[in-house]
């Protein structure tokens, strides 16, 4: 055996580290880094949360942490319910009346052990929800080599299948078929990203009402979106993390030389409820649901998206440097 190699050893008992899922793991999972990791375990990149609280209040109740997702064009807010052992009915009933409570769409119960009959609620739940409601079921684990620090380990085993919700059939109602609309729109928006060879990240598309591109910073992404009861559709630069409202105040220094370069006066939002920022394009009298118009559209935002591109690149690149 090679004496240069150590033994991987799983720490049975969390409450060695963290004795007090309240006191001590959930105050441990808000930190940044910590969410980071969770973000990334799911897919959503290390960026993908952003801290609203810990302990909020629904009613009567305390929810263990609330986040915004940070690729949402709206910045929807992200539900974690942490529990120790393995779960229980009183958890996921929580869990649930949490989520509503607080009008989530993305909902997370963290555990040691998922029961069989929980993970089967959570999918179940997946499959009936409005593809924009998310549910997850995810283990902790604990790892170490010899006496080396404690790694934790997030094992995702309920997620949404968003393969299968994308190949669902339309017949069972509108949200069935919006949903199905938004997949077909932004694959041709895709498409015709390809055709005119702009010089936009390309990303898997999804049955929502947004896309979004790199931009070449974390917390930082560009938009495409659709806002279908105000008949529009908006290009934007999203700005994320605890320091998005100084990053925005830096770039409105610099408001008459953007907009000169983009050719178009911008709506500057510092998004004051959230901690995010804006700034975006819109053009009116954008119907999605009208196929025989949507060159138009899809022109308009690759434009205007290559333009914020343009405009803001290397302007984020140098934000802020004394703090990342």
């Known amino acids: 055996m090679n004496e240069n190699l150590g033994t991987l050893e799983r720490i049975k008992d969390i409450r060695t580290i963290w004795p007090n899922e309240a006191r001590d793991f959930t105050p441990w999972?808000?930190?940044?880094?910590?969410?980071?990791?969770?973000?990334?375990?799911?897919?959503?990149?290390p960026d993908g949360f952003e801290l609203q609280g810990v302990e909020m209040s629904v009613g009567p109740f305390q929810a263990d942490?609330?986040?915004?997702?940070?690729?949402?064009?709206?910045?929807?807010?992200?539900?974690?319910?942490?529990q120790y052992g393995r779960t229980d009915h009183d958890h996921l009933?929580?869990?649930?009346?949490?989520?509503?409570?607080?009008?989530?769409?993305?909902?997370?119960?963290?555990?040691?052990?998922?029961?069989?009959?929980?993970?089967?609620?959570?999918d179940w739940l997946n499959?009936?929800?409005?593809?924009?409601?998310?549910?997850?079921?995810?283990?902790?684990?604990?790892?170490?080599?010899?006496?080396?620090?404690?790694?934790?380990?997030?094992?995702?085993?309920?997620?949404?299948?968003?393969?299968?919700?994308?190949?669902?059939?339309?017949?069972?109602?509108?949200?069935?078929?919006?949903?199905?609309?938004?997949?077909?729109?932004?694959?041709a928006l895709n498409d015709r990203i390809e055709e005119t060879d702009a010089q936009l990240s390309q990303r898997k598309v999804f049955p929502q009402s947004w896309t979004k591109f790199a931009i070449g910073r974390t917390k930082f992404k560009l938009f495409a979106g659709v806002l279908r009861e105000k008949n529009k559709i908006r290009a934007s630069l999203y700005m994320s993390g605890p320091n998005a409202k100084d990053r925005f105040s830096e770039l409105s220094e610099q408001k008459a030389e953007i907009e000169s370069e983009i050719g178009e006066e911008l709506h500057w939002d510092s998004l004051p409820n959230r901690k995010g920022a804006r700034v975006s394009l819109s053009l009116q009298n954008a119907d999605v649901a009208d196929e025989s118009d949507w060159q138009r559209q899809h022109d308009w935002?690759?434009?205007?998206?290559?333009?914020?591109?343009?405009?803001?690149?290397q302007r984020i690149k140098t934000l802020g440097r004394a703090t990342p």
């Open 127 to 187: 499959d009936i929800t409005a593809d924009d409601h998310r549910f997850f079921g995810v283990t902790i684990e604990l790892w170490r080599i010899g006496n080396s620090p404690v790694a934790p380990k997030f094992n995702v085993i309920v997620a949404p299948n968003d393969w299968r919700r994308q190949v669902k059939t339309t017949s069972s109602g509108p949200t069935s078929d919006l949903s199905a609309l938004y997949q077909r729109y932004w694959q």
């Open 29 to 45: 999972l808000a930190e940044d880094d910590n969410l980071a990791l969770l973000a990334e375990t799911l897919g959503l990149g």
């Open 301 to 313: 935002l690759i434009d205007y998206l290559v333009k914020f591109d343009n405009a803001f690149r």
């Open 65 to 82: 942490i609330l986040c915004r997702d940070t690729g949402s064009a709206e910045g929807e807010l992200v539900l974690i319910e942490n």
């Open 93 to 122: 009933g929580k869990l649930i009346t949490y989520s509503a409570g607080l009008e989530a769409r993305s909902v997370i119960l963290i555990c040691e052990r998922l029961r069989p009959e929980h993970r089967a609620a959570l």
